[in-house]
C-alpha cells in the first residue's frame, strides 16, 4: 500500500474527530492500524452526522409504525399509504453548519439533499418546506445569513422545478452563532415501485451516476459533528456546491429507469458521500463490495482515493443494477447528460475493499462501520422546573400590544421570503404560505397532501418534556386546522453539545415528550435526522442553540376542494374559539415582546382534548360547517384572530365576555385552540355538536367592517386593519433593505 500516507499519530486520529476510546476500536476491528484511507472512513462513518452515536438509544423510544406506515426510519425516507395504490414520501434534514459558513450554498445543498433522499426511493418530489432559525435581527452577520439561506433555498428549489410551498422562521440570540436551516421534500410514488438501499446479488454491478467528483464537501460530515471553534470562515472548502439544473436532469433520469425493472437498490450520495452510500447499501444487505477509484467519474485530476470516498459533491448516485442492464441504464444517463460508470461489484465478503492505481488501498470488515458503530448512553441531568409566573398585569391595552406583537421577528409577515420562492410550479399547489399548512393536490386526483413544518423551542427550553409534547401536538394541529387527516411526521433534532449533561438532558425530556404526543395522537415519526453540537465558540456566539425538535407533519385531504383557509370569508360570520383556555403567559411572546421576560413553565398538553379538538374540527371542516379556521399559537388568540383578518382583508367586533383578565384571554398561549367562524344561521347546531363532542366551543363575537374592535367592560380597544397590515409587512422589508432578493 505504497500510496497511503502519512503515518497515523494521535493528532491525525484526533483531527478525523475519533476520541483515544473510539481509535481503540478501530484497532480491534481491524487487529491492525489502519491507513489513512481506512481512518477517513472510520471518521466519516463513526462521525455524529451519520452513526447517530449519541441519539440511537433515545430514537428507539419514538412511536414509528402504525397501519398507514409501509416504511419507517432507516430508509432514506419515510413511506406512507395514501390509497389508490400510491404512497407519500418524505423527510426532513438538516444543513445548519454549511449554512452559517456559506449561507446560499449550504442552504442550496440542503435542499438538493432532500430531494435525493425522497427520488432515491422512486418518488417524484411534489414540494418543499423549510424550518429556519436565525439569531438576533441587529447582529452584524444576520442580515448576510438570511439573505443568503433564503436566496439559497430559492435558487435551487426554483430551478429544480419543485415548488416551496411552506415553511417557518425565529429570532432568538441563542442562534446568533449557530443558525439552523432544516430541509423538508415530499413526494408520491406508486407503492409498487418503491425503491430500497439494501444491495443484494453477488456479483451485480455497482453503478455511479450523476455529476463527476470533485474535492467539495471533504470532512463535512466531521465538520457537522462539532462545534463552532473561532475559525468558522476556516472551514468555507467542507462546504459543498450544488447545482439544481443538473440535479432536475438526475431525477428525471433515475425515475425513468425506475420504470423499468434493472434496479437492485439505489443510494444518494449524501454526507460523506461515497463512503457512506457504500457501506449503507451493503451493510443493509449483509454483502460486502468491491469498488475500483479509478472509474469514479472525477472533476479534479489527481485525487486520491481517501479525497473520492470523503468527497461530499452533490447530483451523486449509487446503484446495484441486474447483471447485463448496464447498456440499458447508461443510454438513459447519456441521454440526460449525466455521467455513467460501472466502478465496482457486489461481494460475498461481508468487507468494503478499494482498489486504485493498482493497489488494495483499503479492505476493512463492514460490520464495525455500521451496525456495531459506537452507541453512547451519555450522562444527562432533567432541566430544572420553571418557577410559576408572578407580577403581571392581568390588563393590558389590547390594541397596543397586538401592534407590537405583530410586528415582531416571530410574528411579522414572511411575505419577503416566500415571495424569492416559487410557490407554484407544477400547478397542483392548493394553499400556499402563510396558512396553518400548505395543501398540494396528488396530481390527477381529487386527493391532496396537507405539509407543514413546526416546533417551539423557548417552551423546548423551558421543559424539554412538554416542549417535546407541544411540538408534536402543533404539527398535527395545524394538518387538522386545514381539514387535513394527519398520516405521520418527521423530524430534524437540533441540540448542542451531547457532551454536557444538561444539553443531553433537553434531548431525552424533549424525546419523552414527543413519543407521548405521538402515540396519544397516533402519528408516527416515520424518518428524521439529528443534528448535534450546534453550538459556537465564534464572535458573537458562545452558547448552544436552543433545543430545536423541528417536526414536519404530513396530513391526508380525501378532497382538495374541501380544504380550510384561515381568511375570514365575509362580514357577518360568527367567530368562536374551540378548546379549553386557562390564560396561560408563561414563556409566551406576549411575555417577550411586551415585557421583555422570557419566564415561567410552558403551556400544558392535554394530549386527550388536542385529539377531541383536531378530530371535531376536521369534521366540520370536511362537512362545510366551518368557513375560516385557524390554530392557536404564538401570541394567543388575539393574535390568531388578526391573522384571520388580515388574510381576508375583514375586520371582526370581540364583544363576548371573556373567563379572564385581557392579557390572559387574548395573549395566553394555550394548546389545542382553534378559532373558526360558522355562518349564523348554523351556531346553534354548530354549539350543540361541540357540546356532544365534549369540546368546548365559545362564541367570540363577529366578523365584518375594517377594525379590530375588542369590547371590554371598562374600555374598547380598537385597531385598524391597514395599521395591523402596515407593521405586520414592514419588519423584513426593513430588516433586508430594498435589494435584499438580489444580496
Same mark, same amino acid.
Given at each position: ?28 476491528? #481491524? ?113 448576510? #445569513? ?33 443558525? #439552523? ?67 432536475? =436532469? ?113 479492505? =476493512? ?37 397586538? #401592534? ?151 396530513? =391526508? ?125 348554523? =351556531? ?60
Amino acid at each position: 500500500m505504497s500510496q497511503i500516507t502519512p503515518q497515523i499519530t494521535p493528532a491525525l486520529v484526533a483531527e478525523h474527530g475519533l476520541s483515544p476510546e473510539e481509535y481503540d476500536r478501530v484497532l480491534h476491528a #481491524l487487529g491492525r492500524e489502519p491507513n489513512l484511507v481506512e481512518l477517513g472512513i472510520f471518521s466519516v462513518m463513526w462521525s455524529e452526522h451519520c452513526s447517530y452515536k449519541s441519539s440511537r438509544i433515545h430514537l428507539k423510544k419514538l412511536p414509528t409504525t402504525g397501519p398507514q406506515v409501509i416504511c419507517g426510519p432507516g430508509e432514506n425516507a419515510g413511506v406512507v399509504d395514501i390509497g389508490d395504490g400510491q404512497a407519500a414520501i418524505f423527510k426532513m434534514e438538516s444543513h445548519n453548519h454549511p449554512s452559517y459558513i456559506e449561507p446560499y450554498q449550504g442552504a442550496a445543498t440542503g435542499v438538493g439533499g432532500i430531494l435525493r433522499d425522497v427520488f432515491t426511493m422512486g418518488a417524484r418530489p411534489i414540494a418543499n418546506m423549510n424550518a429556519l432559525r436565525f439569531g438576533r435581527p441587529d447582529h452584524p452577520r444576520m442580515r448576510h #445569513l438570511i439573505a443568503g439561506v433564503v436566496h439559497g433555498i430559492g435558487g435551487y428549489g426554483n430551478c429544480v422545478g419543485v415548488p416551496t410551498v411552506g415553511g417557518e422562521v425565529n429570532f432568538h440570540p441563542a442562534y446568533d452563532g449557530n443558525i #439552523l436551516v432544516n430541509a423538508m421534500t415530499v413526494g408520491i410514488a406508486d407503492q409498487d415501485k418503491i425503491f430500497y438501499s439494501a444491495a443484494s446479488g453477488v456479483g451485480n454491478p455497482i453503478v455511479y451516476v450523476g455529476s463527476k467528483t470533485g474535492r467539495d464537501g471533504i470532512h463535512g460530515a466531521t465538520m457537522a459533528s462539532a462545534d463552532f471553534a473561532d475559525d468558522a470562515d476556516a472551514k468555507r472548502p467542507t462546504v459543498q456546491v450544488g447545482d439544481p439544473f443538473t440535479e432536475k =436532469l438526475l431525477i428525471e433520469a433515475c425515475l425513468e429507469l425506475m420504470a423499468s425493472d434493472a434496479i437492485v437498490a439505489i443510494q444518494d450520495m449524501g454526507a460523506a458521500g461515497l463512503t457512506s452510500s457504500s457501506v449503507e447499501m451493503a451493510s443493509k444487505g449483509g454483502v460486502g463490495i468491491e469498488l475500483i477509484m479509478d472509474d469514479v467519474p472525477q472533476r479534479e485530476t489527481g485525487m486520491t482515493a481517501y479525497e473520492m470516498m470523503l468527497s461530499e459533491s452533490q447530483e451523486r448516485m449509487l446503484m446495484v443494477l441486474k447483471p447485463g442492464r448496464e447498456p440499458e441504464a447508461e443510454a438513459i444517463f447519456r441521454k440526460w447528460e449525466l455521467d455513467f460508470a460501472v466502478i465496482g461489484r457486489v461481494t460475498d465478503t461481508g468487507r468494503m475493499v478499494l482498489k486504485h492505481l493498482g493497489e488494495t488501498v483499503c479492505d =476493512l470488515p463492514l460490520g464495525p462501520l455500521a451496525d456495531e458503530a459506537p452507541s453512547y448512553d451519555r450522562p444527562w441531568v432533567p432541566t430544572p422546573p420553571q418557577p410559576p409566573l408572578t407580577g403581571l398585569p392581568d390588563e393590558t391595552d389590547i390594541a397596543a400590544d397586538l #401592534l407590537k406583537l405583530m410586528g415582531s421577528p416571530d410574528l411579522a409577515s414572511r411575505r419577503w421570503i416566500w415571495e424569492q420562492y416559487d410557490t407554484s410550479v407544477g400547478a397542483d399547489t392548493v394553499q400556499r404560505p402563510g396558512g396553518d399548512a400548505a395543501v398540494v393536490r396528488v396530481h390527477g386526483t381529487d386527493k391532496a397532501l396537507a405539509i407543514t413544518t413546526d416546533c417551539t423551542p423557548r417552551y423546548c427550553f423551558a421543559d424539554p418534556v412538554e416542549g417535546g409534547r407541544q411540538a408534536i401536538a402543533e404539527a398535527w394541529r395545524n394538518l387538522c386546522a386545514v381539514g387535513a387527516t394527519p398520516l405521520a411526521a418527521t423530524d430534524c433534532m437540533n441540540f448542542g453539545n451531547p457532551q454536557r449533561p444538561e444539553i443531553m438532558g433537553q434531548f431525552v425530556g424533549c424525546i419523552e415528550g414527543m413519543a407521548d404526543a405521538c402515540r396519544q395522537l397516533d402519528f408516527p415519526i416515520v424518518s428524521g435526522n439529528v443534528s448535534l453540537y450546534n453550538e459556537s465558540k465564534a464572535t458573537g456566539g458562545g452558547s448552544a442553540i436552543l433545543p430545536t425538535p423541528a417536526i414536519g407533519g404530513v396530513g =391526508l385531504l380525501a378532497d382538495w376542494r374541501k380544504s380550510a383557509t384561515l381568511a375570514f370569508k365575509q362580514s357577518g360570520d360568527i367567530i368562536l374559539v374551540l378548546g379549553t383556555r386557562t390564560g396561560h403567559l408563561g414563556q409566551s411572546l406576549w411575555l417577550r415582546e411586551v415585557h421583555g421576560r422570557e419566564e415561567g413553565p410552558p403551556p400544558p398538553v392535554d394530549l386527550a382534548a388536542e385529539r377531541r379538538a383536531g378530530e371535531f374540527v376536521r369534521r366540520h371542516i370536511t362537512a362545510g360547517a366551518i368557513t375560516a379556521c385557524h390554530d392557536v399559537s404564538d401570541g394567543g388568540l388575539a393574535v390568531a384572530i388578526a391573522e384571520m383578518a388580515l388574510a381576508g382583508n375583514v375586520g371582526a367586533m370581540i364583544n363576548k365576555p371573556q373567563p379572564f383578565g385581557c392579557a390572559r384571554a387574548f395573549f395566553g398561549e394555550d394548546q389545542g385552540v382553534y378559532v373558526v367562524t360558522v355562518a349564523d344561521h348554523a =351556531l346553534m347546531a354548530f354549539l350543540h355538536a361541540a357540546h356532544a363532542a365534549d369540546v368546548e366551543a365559545q362564541p367570540l363575537g363577529r366578523t365584518g367592517g375594517t377594525r379590530l374592535i375588542f369590547e371590554r367592560t371598562h374600555a374598547d380597544y380598537a385597531v385598524a386593519l391597514a395599521a395591523l397590515r402596515d407593521t405586520h409587512e414592514r419588519f423584513f422589508p426593513g430588516l433586508m433593505g430594498v435589494d435584499a432578493a438580489l444580496a
